[in-house]
Structure formats: structure tokens, C-alpha cells
RNA sequence: GUCCCUGUAGCUCAAUGGACAGAGCAGGACUCUUCUAAGGUCUUGAUGGGGGUUCGAUUCCCUCCAGGGACACCA
């Protein structure tokens, strides 16, 4: 049991021996002040006021007169209808210092997924496009919930479905081969042929309505597996995935298989075979669908009246392989909230087709820029290499004019830190119901609530560490005096708690508001309280403390992906 | 038309049904002979409208308004 909970524990207790005989007070009833100054737990007495038919504030007055010091309790008052608590800052600091000093590494962790398999799907890219920045809340939501689950105990195996066989892809193999046949495309211009030839290719399709059924005809042929286009559309998928991986592997992605649409076809189709006899699957205006009016659903095509699947139809196929791969107890589906319906129509379909598992959609709102949505078959996107380019310009120059005596390599590592960070936590800090309007002058903000802040603040701590040389550091707080050391140590012990509850809700935004509290107060402390200046128990104190909140913000950190330097 | 999401300060966002609704940016005023000023301090400023439930509503319910999305051949 974590500190914070042993302090709740005692407190709750004290509550119960201070109230009326059969009063029992829960942990969810406990509450954080408003203010720290108030003190650092709060027990509302709005319910026991009731039952007595009493005001609550003389309740409380009652309550916190008969609480006396103990454990790790220094002090309870009453303020207004609440009991608070201060607690004992020696007693709970060394308690939390010692925990962080025996967990290392895992403080913070728990292990309520002991045991329990649990597949996330993510990142699922398209072939033959480019990677955008809407993708990239999907990456890193993904990869954060990833990281979460690890922490809490799950055996997580992350995978990536590559949408290699859509209709985008027939559209793009079809232009190129009627269109770009034996043109020579140089290895540095694949992927802007690709784009192209897919914006192309919609513009067409618009203008000539009638050359649809080419498409179709080259859509069946890749499905099949047959025909003269298998050969290119073989060439421009590798273009792609190899694309594909090296931008995975920029942003840290660890994804464990990676499954492809185009390998699912077969599986599916057998599938659905026999799906059409068990009745589940019918023909309907010449499709073939999954009625699922009964559950409100509407109906769940499969296959189109030309003969050619449908995405929704490969998901099937899909989640039979996860199951005979891995046979998680759980899957999560990391994608846009615009596809729930679909997903809901997908669970619906496997429930029908008896696959018991439990299966979760993990949505967020998607990344519009202030014009409205983009869309890849019209080329208005802002592409990730551009926005990334753009960051690690930003950051560029803002190191450079800040360390004119620095190496070129030194200060390429820390701009890579700095861009990436920025990205990462701007997709990241924001709660993921909510839609995201893309600024760009906004992305490339370095100041207040953003990555290099928090990498700043690390910096910051790692340099005093390093001034402080051999003094050293001792795991005590009899001497921490300051209202902001005493917030720092509180929110060190509450930190345990964020991951866990993030990790229950996947809503990386929690631990990110967190991070830059935990932040922002060490900033305050860091201007007003003088660590180096003098020796004594005081100094190493502190450094004890200051370490400790590096240790904390360098693991938070780790959860939503975000690298750390220590110097910028 | 049906369903889902959103509406909080000039802008972008917080707030397990609780204590004076918090931040960041932008604006104004300070602050580097103290450890990194990507920082700190002070300051201006808000719950779309109307009902209801509750001791207490940004939060829950109803309704209206506004924006976005989904609802059979895209994914």
C-alpha cells in the first residue's frame, strides 16, 4: 500500500472513532482542499450532517477537536462544514522517500492487471498515404495507454493493422498503372509520388464518374490476387511500409506485430462463408450485410454489391487472428471517435458470431485545423515531417541563441528532445473527448503548459544535482519548512495514485496535468527556496527532495513517451 | 429525421456532485552581481439560454440555442 493510502487509511479511521458508533466512512468520500494551506486532506460532512439532521460545520468542529496527532497525522481542524488534516511532513516525507527508494524504478506501479493479457491496437496506418498530424494523436494516445497499461501489471501487446488493401489503395495502384506506367520514380520522391498520384486519382474519379468500375475491376484484382497490377501495387506497398516503420521508429512506437489488411482477405471471406450459412450474414440490395436493427445498429455491411470487402467485413478476419495469435481477455481499439458506430456494429457482429471476449473502444476527437477537417484525397493536411521540421527548426533556434558555445551535436540532441516533447504533450494534455483545432503558432509554443516546459524544469533539476557534486543528499524532512516543499513531497505521494487512475480511465490528460503541477510548483520552490547556498542539514535535505521530484517527473515523463535531456 | 460529442476568461484548455470555478497563451506592471529568465511575481478577465433534482450543479435530468460528427456499398 502506497503512502498516500496509508494516510487516508489513518485519517479515516481517526473520522470513525471521532463519529457516532456505526458510522463508517469511505475512501472515495475523502477530498483534496482547494488549497494546501487548508490542508492536505479534507473529509466532507454534508452526509453525516443528514443522518444527524445537524450542521455540518459544527460537526466538523466536533470531529477534528477529538482527532489528535498520530502517525502520520499532525494536525486535524475544521474549516467551514469540512475536517482537515495536515499531515506529519516528517514522518509522511520519510515514509514516501523510503517506498521511492525500495520501488525504484516502479514507484508508481501496481499490478491490478496480474495476469491478464490485454491487446491494443493502434496506429493504424494507411498504405500509399502519408502520415499526418491527425494521425498522430492516434499514435500517441496509443502508445501512452500502452505504457499505462504496462505500469499497472497487464501483459499489453501492442499492434499496428496497416489498412494495405482499401479502396485508397486500389484508387492509387489504378491511377499509377493507367496514368504513371514505367515512370521512373527516384527513391527521395516515393512517398510525394504516392501522394500525388491518390490526390490525382480522387480529382478524377470526381471529373469521370464512369471510370469508376476501372477501379473496381483493380480492386477485385488486388483482393485476388491476380492480374498485372499485383506486381506494382507489391512495389509501392514496400515504399510504404517502409516509410511506415521509419516513421514508428522516430517517434518510439513499440508495437509488437503488425498486421496488414491484405493478409486478413482469405480468413475473412472464409469467415463470412460461414456466417451466410448460420444466417447471420443475408443479402440485401445486392450486399451482403449483418442485420443488427435489433440492437439499434442499423446494418453492418460486409461485402459491396461489386463482390469487394469492406473494412468492416476485414475486422472480422482481424479479430480471429488476434485470438488465434495471442488470445487476449481483452482488446482495446485505439481510433477516432468518428468510427464508433462502426466499432460498435463490429462488436455487435462478433458477439453474434459468439467471440466472448471483452472488447473495448478506445476513442478521442479527432485533429482538425482551423478551416475545418482535412482529408488526404484532397491534400490539405499538414503533413508530420513538415510539422516536425517546423518544431525542430523552433527549437533550433531558440538553443542555439540560448548556447552559442554548444557543439552542433549537443545541440541537435537537445532539439530533437525539445520538438518531439512539444509534440507529444500538445497531443497528449488536452482530454481526448475533445477535439483538437491545430495551430501552428501554438504547436511551436515552448512556454507554459507544453513538453519543453517539463523538459526545462528536468534540466533545471539535473544541473542542481550536478552543482551539488558530493554533497550529500539525505532521505529525511525535518527540516523542509516551505509551503512549496511541503507540496512537493505531497505530490510526489500522490503520484502513485495519478498513474493508477489514468491508467483505469486511459486519459493520458490526467497524468499530464499532473506532471506540469508537479512542475510548476518545483519552479516556485526553485525561485523562492535557495538549495546550494548553504551547507547543512538544510542542503541535503533538499537536494533529497529535488531528486526526488527528478525521479518522479523523469517516470511520468517515461508513461506518455516523452524523452528527457538534462541540460537545454 | 435519429443518435453521439462539444459549448467555461479575448484565444486554447482544467475542475472524482462540494470550500473564493483553476491553468497556459495573448494584454499590462515587475524580476537575471542566488542554483538555467524555455523561469518567477503581481494584474485584467469566464460556466450558451431557461427550467428541475440536491444541503450544494461547470458536473446529473429536461428543454431550447449554437458548433462538430455518425447513421448501406469510404475508412
Not at 485519517?11 to 492536505?40: N, R, S, V, Y
Not at 499492434?159 to 491511377?175: E, M, P, T
Not at 498513474?499 to 486519459?507: I, P
Amino acid at each position: 500500500m502506497y503512502t498516500i493510502q496509508k494516510a487516508k487509511t489513518e485519517f479515516l479511521q481517526a473520522i470513525k472513532q471521532a463519529a457516532p458508533a456505526g458510522f463508517i466512512p469511505a475512501l472515495e468520500d475523502l477530498e483534496t482542499p482547494p488549497d494546501q494551506k487548508m490542508g492536505d486532506l479534507a473529509f466532507p460532512c454534508f452526509d453525516l450532517a443528514k443522518s444527524l439532521k445537524r450542521n455540518p460545520a459544527e460537526i466538523a468542529t466536533e470531529l477534528a477537536a477529538k482527532i489528535g496527532p498520530k502517525g502520520l497525522i499532525a494536525e486535524a481542524k475544521a474549516v467551514g462544514p469540512y475536517v482537515n488534516v495536515v499531515l506529519n511532513l516528517k514522518a509522511f516525507g520519510e515514509a514516501v522517500y523510503g517506498e521511492m527508494k525500495e520501488l525504484a524504478q516502479e514507484y508508481g506501479m501496481s499490478d491490478v492487471g496480474k495476469d491478464k493479457r490485454l491487446m491494443v491496437e493502434f496506429a493504424n496506418l494507411n498504405s500509399h498515404k502519408d502520415v499526418h498530424i491527425g494521425h498522430l494523436r492516434n499514435l500517441f494516445v496509443g502508445q501512452a495507454a500502452v505504457n499505462l497499461l504496462k505500469a499497472t501489471g497487464y501483459d499489453v501487446i501492442p499492434v499496428a493493422y496497416i489498412n494495405d488493401l482499401g479502396l485508397h489503395v486500389a484508387k492509387s495502384v489504378w491511377c499509377m498503372k493507367t496514368y504513371h506506367k514505367d515512370e521512373d520514380v527516384k527513391l527521395e520522391n516515393r512517398i510525394a509520388f504516392l501522394r500525388d498520384v491518390y490526390i490525382e486519382a480522387n480529382t478524377l474519379l470526381e471529373e469521370q464518374p464512369a471510370l469508376v468500375a476501372q477501379v473496381t475491376e483493380t480492386f477485385r484484382h488486388l483482393e485476388e490476387q491476380r492480374g498485372d497490377e499485383i506486381a506494382l501495387w507489391k512495389e509501392t506497398r514496400a515504399w510504404s511500409i517502409d516509410y511506415l516503420k521509419q516513421v514508428y521508429n522516430e517517434l518510439d512506437l513499440t508495437i509488437d506485430h503488425w498486421y496488414f489488411e491484405s493478409e486478413v482477405i482469405a480468413k475473412t471471406k472464409k469467415i463470412i462463408e460461414g456466417l451466410i450459412k448460420q444466417g447471420i450474414v443475408k443479402q440485401s440490395e445486392g450486399a451482403w450485410i449483418v442485420d443488427l436493427k435489433e440492437q439499434d445498429l442499423g446494418v453492418n455491411l460486409l461485402i459491396k454489391t461489386d463482390g469487394t470487402l469492406l473494412y468492416n467485413a476485414k475486422d472480422l478476419g482481424l479479430a480471429m487472428k488476434k485470438e488465434d495469435d495471442y488470445h487476449p481477455t481483452r482488446s482495446i481499439y485505439v481510433v477516432d471517435e468518428r468510427q464508433s458506430h462502426a466499432l460498435k456494429q463490429l462488436f455487435a457482429t462478433l458477439k453474434l458470431m459468439g467471440f466472448e471476449r471483452e472488447l473495448q473502444h478506445l476513442s478521442y476527437e479527432f485533429v482538425t485545423l482551423e478551416g475545418g477537417a482535412m482529408a488526404a484525397r484532397k491534400g490539405n493536411v499538414i503533413r508530420y515531417e513538415d510539422l516536425r521540421d517546423e518544431l525542430l527548426g523552433e527549437a533550433r533556434r531558440e538553443t542555439k541563441s540560448r548556447h552559442e558555445d554548444w557543439s552542433k551535436k549537443k545541440i541537435e540532441k537537445v532539439v530533437r528532445a525539445v520538438a518531439f516533447a512539444a509534440l507529444r504533450f500538445s497531443m497528449l494534455k488536452q482530454d481526448n473527448g475533445k477535439k483538437i483545432v491545430f495551430n501552428l503558432k501554438e504547436a511551436v509554443s515552448f512556454e507554459g503548459f507544453t513538453g519543453p516546459y517539463l523538459l526545462y524544469t528536468y534540466a533545471r533539476i539535473q544541473s542542481l544535482l550536478k552543482k551539488a557534486g558530493r554533497k550529500k543528499a539525505k532521505a529525511t524532512t525535518a527540516t523542509l519548512t516551505h509551503p512549496t516543499e511541503h507540496q512537493l513531497v505531497f505530490l510526489l505521494a500522490k503520484y502513485p495514485e495519478i498513474v493508477f487512475d489514468t491508467a483505469q480511465t486511459l486519459a493520458p490528460s490526467m497524468l499530464a496535468q499532473f506532471l506540469f503541477d508537479l512542475a510548476k510548483t518545483f519552479a516556485e520552490f526553485y525561485a523562492q527556496v535557495p538549495v546550494l547556498t548553504k551547507e547543512g542539514p538544510d542542503l541535503s535535505e533538499r537536494l533529497a527532495l529535488v531528486r526526488a521530484v527528478g525521479t518522479v517527473l523523469a517516470q511520468g515523463l517515461e508513461l506518455l513517451g516523452i524523452d528527457l535531456i538534462d541540460e537545454m
